[in-house]
């Protein structure tokens, strides 16, 4: 995820600061098993893919990160992966 975002940013220059930022965070965190850009890119939303029982502390400290760096708080939403799709 990290080497995809890295070829939007430089290949694409698709990507900006404030996704820089918050996969910047993500490279930190041993409990963040990749992140990226996700959609058009130009200031949208990233994704990361954090362990369960981590997202707490990570939502918590990625918002002070990135209002640091930012100036203003990001939005940050909580999602779990499913089974996929199956025959029934």
Not at 2 to 26: M, P, R, W
Not at 27 to 48: K, N, Y
Not at 62 to 87: C, F, H, M, Q, R
């Amino acid at each position: 995820m990290y080497a995809s975002h890295q070829s939007l940013k430089d290949l694409y220059e698709v990507s900006g600061k404030e996704l820089d930022t918050i996969v910047e965070f993500a490279l930190t965190r041993d409990d963040v098993a990749g992140a990226r850009m996700t959609g058009a890119g130009f200031g949208g939303c990233a994704i990361a893919l954090v362990k369960g029982d981590s997202f707490d502390d990570f939502s918590e400290k990625i918002i002070a990160y990135y209002t640091d760096k930012i100036g203003y708080a990001p939005s940050v939403y909580n999602s779990l992966i499913g089974d996929g799709v199956k025959e029934p």
